[in-house]
T-cell receptor, first 119, second 116 residues
C-alpha cells in the first residue's frame, strides 16, 4: 500500500510569485486535506477536497486554491506569495466513513510535507 | 483563538518511565480526538484516537484518556522508549455538517525527549 507522497520536498520562491504543490493520496483514499504548519506551531487547516470538490475551508484567503483530480491526487496553489506564507505544507488523505449524509473523515494520514520559503 | 492547547512545550522522561502528555480544548462541539507523532523531516503519524462517547482508549503502550467535563485529554506512554522522542500533537474534530467535514484542529505540540 502506497502512502501519501508530496512534491517537491523544498521550494524557494520570491514574494509575489505563484507556487503549485502536489500530493498523491494513499491508495483507496478519496479525500485530501491541506494544512499549513508554521515554525513552532501545529498544522492549520487550509481546505479539504472530496471527489474533486472543495469540501470545507479554513481561515485562508482566496489566493490559496486547490484542485483534486479523478485519481484523487491534489494540488495546492498559492498566488501572490507573501513572506508569511513560508511554512511546511502538509497534505493528508482519508477515507470518510458512512453514507454521503454521514461523511466524516476522522483519521487523516499525512505526507512528509513541502517546505516553502518565500524571500 | 486557540481551541486546542498543549501548554507544555517540552517534556523530558527517563527510559522505562511513564510519559504523560496533556491537551486542553475549549470547543464543546469537538467529538473526536486524535494524537499524532512527528519526527523531523517527516509528516505527522497517526498514533491513537478516542471518540467523545468513551473516556479511555488503549493501544499497546499508548493510552488516551478523555475528561469531557474538564475538556481535557492526555496521552500516556508506558514504558517510554528513546524512539518515542518526537513532537506530539493532539488534534480535535467535530461533525459540523455542511462543508466542514473532517477538519482537524491541532494544538501547538509537545516535544518529548526520552533519555536512555
Amino acid at each position: 500500500e502506497t502512502g501519501v507522497t508530496q512534491s517537491p520536498t523544498h521550494l524557494i520562491k520570491t514574494r509575489g510569485q505563484q507556487v503549485t504543490l502536489r500530493c498523491s493520496s494513499q491508495s483507496g483514499h478519496n479525500t485530501v486535506s491541506w494544512y499549513q504548519q508554521a515554525l513552532g506551531q501545529g498544522p492549520q487547516f487550509i481546505f479539504q477536497y472530496y471527489r474533486e470538490e472543495e469540501n470545507g475551508r479554513g481561515n485562508f484567503p482566496p489566493r490559496f486554491s486547490g484542485l483534486q483530480f479523478p485519481n484523487y491526487s491534489s494540488e495546492l496553489n498559492v498566488n501572490a506569495l507573501e513572506l508569511d506564507d513560508s511554512a511546511l505544507y502538509l497534505c493528508a488523505s482519508s477515507l470518510p466513513r458512512g453514507t454521503s449524509k454521514d461523511l466524516y473523515s476522522y483519521e487523516q494520514y499525512f505526507g512528509p510535507g513541502t517546505r516553502l520559503t518565500v524571500t | 483563538d486557540q481551541q486546542v492547547k498543549q501548554n507544555s512545550p517540552s517534556l523530558s522522561v527517563q527510559e522505562g518511565r511513564i510519559s504523560i502528555l496533556n491537551c486542553d480544548y475549549t470547543n464543546s462541539m469537538f467529538d473526536y480526538f486524535l494524537w499524532y507523532k512527528k519526527y523531523p523531516a517527516e509528516g505527522p503519524t497517526f498514533l491513537i484516537s478516542i471518540s467523545s462517547i468513551k473516556d479511555k482508549n488503549e493501544d499497546g503502550r499508548f493510552t488516551v484518556f478523555l475528561n469531557k467535563s474538564a475538556k481535557h485529554l492526555s496521552l500516556h506512554i508506558v514504558p517510554s522508549q528513546p524512539g518515542d522522542s518526537a513532537v506530539y500533537f493532539c488534534a480535535a474534530s467535530s461533525y459540523a455538517g455542511g462543508t466542514s467535514y473532517g477538519k482537524l484542529t491541532f494544538g501547538q505540540g509537545t516535544i518529548l525527549t526520552v533519555h536512555p
